[in-house]
T-cell receptor, first 115, second 115 residues
Framework: GAGVSQSPSNKVTEKGKDVELRCDPI?????LYWYRQSLGQGLEFLIY????????KSGLPSDRFSAERTGGSVSTLTIQRTQQEDSAVYLC?????????????FGDGTRLSIL | KNQVEQSPQSLIILEGKNCTLQ??????????LRWYKQDTGRGPVSLTI?????NTKSNGRYTATLDADTKQSSLHITASQLSDSASYIC??????????????FGTGTQLKVEL
């Protein structure tokens, strides 16, 4: 596609449920990043993919969070047993290469609300 | 601890006026600095990137400055337009090879341009 696509754009779920967020990066971009943006906070790094591997997953806040990327393209971020503090906007970004740490192009995010 | 502080937190100006947003950082060792514009409900979009040796860089009505000695950057917006209303985020990178966790994000300045 022309840009980074994320789905769903909004997700409301009950505490304790699992959620899966999807990111479709720009075609050909090998680097993919997940960030979390909470109200009034700066973007928080979660995980970085180079191809299908994740050389840096140091930002995942707990073992309830996991992410995978298949075919060097689509990535999914899964949150298990959601908690209210997981409520945030989850942003995905991609870059042409992984030589730079900069996320070049962002998607519009998934707004996650945990009731 | 690497930190990026932005000021003011929010700003309201009249259309056509100029404004300057500030970014102070304590990221070390400094690699480069980028300003992003984030419209409400959208992902951040890169405006400028500045390396250690650059003092000023312009992108249309946006001019960024960098003083690596005082660890300060500013984003000057000239002849503001209603479409400039957005959050402006300062992001600083520490020297590293690959990975997204070496970026430190500011919490942004919320700019509103009014008629």
């Amino acid at each position: 596609g022309a840009g980074v696509s994320q789905s769903p754009s909004n997700k409301v779920t009950e505490k304790g449920k699992d959620v899966e967020l999807r990111c479709d990066p720009i075609s050909g971009h090998t680097a993919l990043y997940w960030y979390r943006q909470s109200l009034g906070q700066g973007l928080e790094f979660l995980i970085y993919f180079q191809g299908n591997s994740a050389p840096d997953k140091s930002g995942l806040p707990s073992d309830r969070f996991s992410a995978e990327r298949t075919g060097g393209s689509v990535s999914t971020l899964t949150i298990q047993r959601t908690q209210q503090e997981d409520s945030a906007v989850y942003l995905c970004a991609s870059s042409l290469t992984g030589d730079t740490p900069w996320p070049q192009h962002f998607g519009d995010g998934t707004r996650l609300s945990i009731l | 601890k690497n930190q990026v502080e932005q000021s003011p937190q929010s700003l309201i100006i009249l259309e056509g006026k100029n404004c300057t947003l500030q970014c102070n950082y304590t990221v070390s060792p400094f690699s480069n600095l980028r300003w992003y514009k984030q419209d409400t409900g959208r992902g951040p979009v890169s405006l400028t990137i500045m390396t250690f040796s650059e003092n000023t860089k312009s992108n249309g009505r946006y001019t960024a400055t960098l003083d690596a000695d005082t660890k300060q950057s500013s984003l000057h917006i000239t002849a503001s337009q209603l479409s400039d209303s957005a959050s402006y985020i300062c992001v600083v990178s520490a020297e590293s090879t690959g990975g997204g966790n070496k970026l430190t994000f500011g919490t942004g300045t919320q700019l509103k341009v009014e008629l």
